[in-house]
């Protein structure tokens, strides 16, 4: 189980570590199996868990969308708890593979899905000279001055990462439309 703040690599970690054991990783956004009928979400978790049997790498991004505490009494509460339920029973039953979870919020998993997972790994927020160190790699590989970007005490890799892209395409863009070439077309 991966955990911490958002845009701060938790998913990227995932499929790499897949890619570096030879593995293919599907990244799983599980806000995208949770459907609105009754038990198609538990049946969607349960063709996922198909590609672990084969020895695959799943990344079930955000995990918390359909791993929160079960409780409740009302109908949306018993789907919520049926669809944990069939993930604890798959995540029982696997046998191969390598599953990966991502979330914002272990606060909010259901106990019994943190028990599941063998380790669990802080991703914390970067500290300012981690994110100056991504920041001039950045700048360098895009060939930018590394004053173009501001970086900032609590930024997220994400943030730097795209801050840094959106320089470089505005320069870019400006190159373009400053060549001759561009104009003579």
């Known amino acids: 189980l991966f ?10 970690c995932a ?3 897949a890619t570096s054991l030879g593995r293919t990783a599907y990244v799983v ?5 949770v459907q609105s009928y009754m038990g198609s979400t538990g049946a969607n978790l349960t063709k996922l868990f198909k590609l672990l049997h084969a020895g695959h790498c799943v990344v079930l991004d955000e995990v918390d969308a359909v791993g929160g505490q079960r409780g409740g009494h009302d109908a ?10 069939v993930l604890l029973t798959e ?20 106990p019994a899905l943190l028990r599941r997972f063998d ?8 500290t300012i000279e981690q994110l100056w160190t991504l920041h001039n790699r950045l700048c360098d590989g895009f060939g930018l001055k590394r004053d173009r970007v501001e970086v ?8 730097i990462t795209k801050a840094v892209k959106r320089v470089a395409r505005a320069e870019l863009v400006a190159q373009l439309e400053a060549s001759p070439q561009l104009e003579a077309s």
């Open 3 to 12: 955990t911490g703040p958002p845009g701060n690599g938790k998913t990227s």
């Open 15 to 17: 499929a790499a570590l």
């Open 29 to 33: 956004s599980l806000s995208a199996l």
């Open 76 to 85: 949306a509460d018993r789907e919520r708890a049926l669809t944990v339920n």
């Open 91 to 110: 995540l029982d039953a696997c046998q191969g593979g390598l599953l990966i979870a991502t979330t914002n919020r272990p606060d909010i998993l259901d």
């Open 119 to 126: 380790e669990r790994f802080e991703f914390p927020q970067p």
């Open 152 to 159: 900032a005490e609590g930024m997220s890799f994400d943030a």
